[in-house]
């Protein structure tokens, strides 16, 4: 473990700089800010860390995740308050540098070749607090992975990195990969793709009232699924529904117009989960 006490010194500018895409994209690491999200790092892909430090006032706060990352052979650093914050202003005493992941069309195919039934493709999702809440909400609902295409926010935006608190650790996350290219690859696949649009052909309560019956028909919901959902503001146009098997609108009972994306893909997603259970 070595420590740092100067906030000026080039360690601390190089993480610092993480937070920028130029940056991101030059050294091929991204930021995990917070206990949380550091802990689930540690935890679930060891092999990816490069670094984990420590502030002096959140070290025997959090000694559990120290602990955790000598165990699994983490470099790991104690540092000044004010060198952590110099590297993370919502780092709460704990940042941690990570690898990449894989990228494109050959990240896809080896993700699919292990066998999916619920899968998320965020397509033009812009605001980065949406996309790691959705990535949040995929984890918790059970699926096997999430495709950001490339018109999306940079899931290793910090902002996005926090918002799935943890959750990018869990599950498998494809990114920069056109929109056509993923849903061609998750029809060759088998699985059937279903556009979440407020003007979907189909009401989902029907679907989930007939999931797994005959009555179902091509469109059963207890089938290996990929939900594809569009930007915040404009939803999917014309063309890109037309690239899934079919639409599916949710419901809305009371006087709202609509749900926010994160909402609406959370409510698609558990209703896949439950079919298929």
């Not at 800010?33 to 802990?39: M, N």
């Not at 059963?220 to 404009?234: Q, V």
């Amino acid at each position: 473990m070595t420590d740092l006490t100067n906030p000026r010194a080039e360690r601390v500018k190089l993480v610092r700089g993480l937070a920028k895409p130029a940056a991101r994209t030059k050294t091929g690491f991204f930021l995990v800010e917070g206990p949380q999200s550091v802990r689930e790092a540690v935890a679930h892909t060891p092999d990816m860390v490069r670094d984990v430090y420590f502030s002096d006032t959140a070290l025997d706060k959090h000694r559990e995740i120290l602990t955790m990352a000598h165990a699994k052979g983490v470099y790991t650093h104690t540092a000044s308050d004010e060198v952590v914050d110099a590297m993370s202003k919502d780092a709460q005493g704990v940042v941690a540098v990570v690898r990449q992941l894989d990228r494109g069309a050959g990240a896809l195919e080896h993700a699919l070749s292990k066998g999916v039934k619920n899968v998320a493709v965020l397509h033009t999702v812009r605001d980065p607090g949406n996309a790691g809440t959705v990535i949040r909400a995929a984890d918790a609902a059970g699926c096997d992975l999430v495709i950001m295409t490339q018109e999306s926010v940079d899931v290793f935006n910090p902002k996005v990195v926090r918002s799935t608190a943890g959750s990018l650790f869990h599950i498998p996350v494809v990114t920069g990969i056109a929109v056509e290219d993923a849903i061609s690859q998750l029809k060759a696949a088998g699985l059937m793709v279903l556009a979440a649009a407020g003007q979907g052909t189909h009401d989902l309560d029907d679907l989930q009232d007939v999931a797994g019956t005959q009555a179902a028909g091509e469109v059963d919901l207890a089938k290996p699924t990929a939900w594809l959902f569009g930007n915040e503001a404009r939803g999917l146009s014309a063309q890109e529904v037309e690239l899934a098997h079919s639409s599916v609108r949710v419901p809305i009972r009371g006087l709202a117009e609509s749900l926010n994306l994160s909402t609406a893909a959370t409510v698609c997603l558990y209703a896949t989960s439950r079919a298929q259970r």
